[in-house]
């Protein structure tokens, strides 16, 4: 079972995903880059099939090395490239390849923005964003990505496109063990700010 995208396996093309903005350098063991949900889908099934680790990657912008991996590096950096104002609730819905530039100028004829403003908002995608709690200079007094977040559209482990809402709970399904609390209250760093996803 192969997905529709084909995987890419040429050591150079792996080599050019095996390091981000940050210090890390993993080489994957393949690339996958779907051009839409349907492929992106496909690509979730193959790797639940067949037992392989999901790197999701936008633009490689960040810093911690969240779009670096050994598993299949998926880029998501071009298929989902679309914008969906909704002004007369004063949101705009987009894809995970566009980018924080790309979002500041749709919104800005309404009198919209989107404050968490990364050093490298020019190319920086909503998906990495998202992914990331990606912040900026303002992060201190507007917040990071999550707190501007209100619904996400996911595909889950099963290869189903879902959208979970803020406030509408996942309820049961997402919900921690208390062994799984306690793990993570355990070992969770002392922060002050989480910028883990």
């Not at 209100?150 to 482990?157: L, M, R, S």
Request: aromatic share 6%; charged share 20%; with cysteine.
């Amino acid at each position: 079972m192969k997905p529709t995208p084909p995987l890419l396996t040429d050591p150079r093309i792996r080599a050019a995903y095996s390091e981000g903005a940050g210090i890390y350098r993993i080489v994957p063991t393949a690339v996958a880059v779907p051009r839409g949900v349907e492929e992106l889908q496909e690509v979730v099934r193959w790797a639940g099939a067949t037992g392989t680790p999901l790197v999701p990657r936008g633009a490689g912008s960040g810093m911690a090395g969240g779009s670096v991996g050994r598993g299949a590096v998926v880029d998501l950096s071009q298929g989902f490239h679309w914008t969906a104002p909704d002004w007369a609730r004063r949101r705009l819905w987009a894809g995970a390849s566009v980018t924080w530039a790309e979002l500041a100028a749709a919104a800005r004829p309404f009198g919209l923005r989107l404050p968490p403003d990364p050093s490298s908002g020019a190319f920086a995608t909503s998906g990495g964003m998202a992914a990331t709690n990606a912040a900026g200079p303002r992060s201190v007094r507007c917040g990071s990505a999550r707190s501007w977040i209100e619904a996400i559209e996911i595909i889950d482990a099963a290869g189903d496109a879902r959208r979970v809402v803020r406030g509408a709970g996942a309820g049961e399904r997402f919900a921690l063990s208390a062994d799984q609390q306690r793990l993570i209250e355990a070992h969770f760093p002392k922060t002050r700010k989480n910028s883990a996803g």
